[in-house]
C-alpha cells in the first residue's frame, strides 16, 4: 500500500535576531489511506509546526523547510508553486485549527465562511454552495442548518463552532485531514463527541488523519498509530497497541505513567515528568531528553540517538532495553 503523505528527513526553521532555530529536526513518517496517526508530545515539542510545514503554512510565518522531503500521493509538496499549493490546501488537504473560538471570523456569517470554501474549490454557483453548506452542518451533527447558517460564530456554543470547524475542513471531501488539538477549551462531554464524530466521520467518507494533541488519552482513542515527539524531534513511533503496552522510550513512559487511573490511591500525588521542555535556543548536548530522564547515562549527554527500526516501532534512545518491559496500561 503507497502511503497517502510520506515526510523524509524534514528538518523547518524559523528566523530570528541569532539566526535560525530549528524548530523540527528530521522529522520522518509516513500515513497511510484511511489511516489515523496520531502526533503527540508536550507543549513545545514541534507537533503544530510539523502539520503547518505539510500544508506550507509556514512559509507565512517567518519558517523554512531546511532539508527533506514532503510527499503527498508521490508529489513533493516543497516543489509546488504557491497557487498549486493552495488548490491543495482545503481541497485534497484539510485542517482544523486550534481554537474553534478564534479560528472561525467574527464578522462573518457561518454559511458564508462554509460557502466561500466550496466555491473556491469545487467552481460552484451560490446556490450550489449554500445547499452543500447545509448538507455539511447535517453532517456533522448540527439541527437547524438554515438557522446557523445566517448566524455569527459569536451566536454557536464552543462545541457547535468546532462542528463548524469540521464542516468548513470537510465542505471539498478531502483524502487527507490535519486536525491540531480539536478538542481544545471544550468541555469534557463535548470532547468526546468531537473524538466520536471524528472516528465516523473518518469511516464515513474514507479519509486519514492526522491528530495532533497533548492528550495521549485522546491519542488511544482515535490511534491506528503513535508518533510521539519531544523537543522537535521523533523519539518513538508505533502501532497503539504497542505504546500503550510496552512503551520503550522514557519520555512515553512519563507521559502514560502521568495519566491518573480511576482506581488510583488518591492519596499518592499524581506523577509527572521533572523538569521542562527545553527552549529551542539552549538544547542540551546529547539525547534531548536526558536532563529529565531518570534512565540517562553518561553515553545520554554527550551522544544523541538516531531514530532505528526494532521490530515494528522505531525508537530513539540508548537505553530502551532498561525501560518497563511490562509496564501495562489499558487502552
Not at 66 to 95: C, D, H, Q, T, V
Not at 105 to 123: C, D, R, S
Request: net charge negative; charged share 25%; with cysteine.
Amino acid at each position: 500500500m503507497q502511503p497517502i503523505l510520506e515526510v523524509k528527513n524534514v528538518t523547518t526553521g524559523f528566523h530570528t535576531d541569532n539566526g535560525v532555530v530549528r524548530a523540527v529536526e528530521n522529522i520522518s513518517f509516513t500515513v497511510n489511506p484511511s489511516e489515523t496517526v496520531c502526533i503527540v508530545g508536550e507543549s513545545g515539542s514541534g507537533k503544530s509546526v510539523m502539520s503547518l510545514t505539510a500544508l506550507r503554512l509556514i512559509d507565512y510565518d517567518n519558517g523554512k523547510v531546511l532539508e527533506g522531503e514532503i510527499l503527498f500521493n508521490g508529489e513533493n509538496l516543497l516543489k509546488k508553486s504557491p497557487e498549486e499549493m493552495r488548490k491543495i490546501r482545503g481541497g485534497e488537504i484539510a485542517m482544523i485549527f486550534q481554537e474553534p473560538m478564534t479560528a472561525l471570523n467574527p464578522v462573518f456569517t457561518i454559511g458564508k465562511q462554509i460557502t466561500e470554501a466550496v466555491m473556491l474549490h469545487k467552481n460552484c454557483s451560490k446556490e450550489a454552495a449554500m445547499k452543500r453548506a447545509k448538507e455539511l452542518l447535517t453532517l456533522v451533527g448540527i439541527s437547524e442548518p438554515e438557522i446557523r447558517l445566517k448566524q455569527y460564530p459569536h451566536e454557536l456554543s464552543g462545541g457547535m463552532r468546532q462542528r463548524v470547524m469540521i464542516a468548513v475542513a470537510l465542505s471539498c471531501e478531502p483524502k487527507l485531514l490535519i486536525a491540531d488539538e480539536p478538542t481544545t477549551a471544550l468541555d469534557v462531554t463535548i470532547q468526546a463527541q468531537i473524538l466520536n464524530l471524528l472516528q465516523e466521520l473518518k469511516e464515513r467518507l474514507n479519509m486519514a488523519i492526522i491528530l495532533i494533541t497533548h492528550d495521549i488519552g485522546v491519542a488511544a482513542q482515535l490511534a491506528d498509530k503513535i508518533v510521539v515527539m519531544y523537543a522537535g524531534k521523533v523519539v518513538e513511533e508505533g502501532s497503539v497497541y504497542e505504546i500503550f503496552d510496552k512503551p520503550k522510550h522514557p519520555y512515553t513512559l512519563g507521559l502514560l505513567s502521568s495519566i491518573p487511573t480511576i482506581d488510583g490511591d488518591r492519596s499518592q500525588r499524581l506523577t509527572s515528568i521533572k523538569g521542562s521542555i527545553p527552549s529551542l535556543m539552549e538544547m542540551p548536548e546529547g539525547c534531548r531528553f536526558n536532563p529529565r530522564c531518570s534512565f540517562a547515562t553518561e553515553r545520554c549527554a554527550v551522544d544523541d540517538p538516531v531514530l532505528e527500526s526494532i521490530g515494528t516501532r522505531k525508537i530513539a534512545c540508548w537505553n530502551h532495553g532498561k525501560v518497563m518491559a511490562d509496564f501495562k496500561l489499558s487502552v
